[in-house]
């Protein structure tokens, strides 16, 4: 049977993975297919046996990711120090699913719980040596990160979630507080040097602990070059203040830059919040930390 369609949106499933593996991948046909739950929005997770995922867009929106990941990961993983995605197989559009997508290395390890991470100064410590990592590659040719261009891009979608959430009093977002903390972010200055090599998406559903530690880094679809500040999101969308305090210090940010990426951090939040309140509990739950972590004073 072949995969249902609906208004124009292929249905992901467990049968079409395992169509998709036996007509590509022959050697891992008849493997156990299972779908991971995922708060994620671009891309579909399925264990693949016990040592494979796969991972298929969603829509045409999350193909330049897969591609990015496929081209960029070989050569950025020698260069960092926690394991991240192995890609081993490059999938092709067949079965009736018009997209690329990939097969990786199965990665061990749990998503950190935003303000409630065991061992969050060890925690902040391994983050900020794979933030400075990444900004020490010098691999050429690079592209431009998700969201790494100048603050000002960000300006209008920022200014519009404001006043959408000015709508939802049931919220209680202190708008006029976050309107202040963007207009300080706009009014740093600028990343004075060259883009630096970014994540550019450090959410808690891109990391995975292992005990009290990083164990891995995933989905690189943002990945690039960009404002260094891009990469400082865990600081409040995920560790508590102290480790916050800990992971800028282990990474020498400057009040500029440190501006910049709260004010990244929270139009992030102010945007995700009003669009997946209802839809989408587990981003809509983070970006309700993210502001209460800004918004307090962090």
Do not use: K
């Not at 208004?7 to 169509?19: I, K, S, W, Y």
């Not at 891992?28 to 016990?50: I, Q, Y």
Request: one cysteine or more; a negative charge; glycine letters at 14%.
């Amino acid at each position: 049977m072949r995969t249902q369609w609906a208004d124009g949106v292929p249905r992901v499933d467990e049968g079409l993975v395992r169509r998709l593996v036996a007509g590509q991948f022959p050697r891992w046909a008849g493997l156990p297919v299972v779908r991971l739950p995922s708060g994620g929005t671009v891309n579909a997770m399925f264990r693949l046996g016990e040592g494979l995922v796969v991972r298929l867009p969603l829509g045409a929106g999350g193909v330049g990711d897969v591609l990015r990941e496929q081209e960029w990961l070989p050569r950025l993983a020698p260069l960092l120090p926690v394991p991240v995605p192995e890609v081993l197989g490059a999938g092709e559009p067949a079965e009736g699913y018009p997209w690329p997508w990939s097969v990786h290395r199965w990665l061990p390890g749990a998503h950190p719980e935003e303000g409630a991470v065991r061992g969050s100064g060890q925690l902040a410590e391994q983050l900020a040596g794979f933030v400075a990592a990444m900004r020490a590659v010098a691999l050429p040719g690079g592209p431009a990160a998700h969201r790494g261009g100048p603050l000002a891009a960000l300006d209008a979608g920022t200014r519009a979630a404001i006043e959408e959430l000015r709508r939802v009093p049931e919220e209680d977002v202190d708008c006029e507080a976050a309107a202040a903390v963007w207009q300080e972010g706009l009014a740093a200055p600028e990343h004075p040097g060259p883009p630096v090599w970014l994540h550019a998406d450090l959410m808690p559903g891109n990391l995975l602990v292992t005990g009290d530690g990083l164990g891995a880094v995933i989905d690189f679809g943002c990945a690039g070059v960009g404002d260094p500040a891009c990469d400082l999101f865990p600081a409040w969308n995920l560790l508590p203040p102290g480790a916050r305090d800990a992971f800028r210090s282990a990474l020498g940010v400057d009040d500029a830059t440190w501006a910049r990426g709260r004010a990244r951090t929270l139009s992030q939040a102010l945007i995700a919040l009003p669009h997946y309140r209802t839809s989408n509990p587990s981003m809509a739950g983070n970006a309700r930390h993210v502001l209460r972590a800004v918004l307090s004073g962090g």
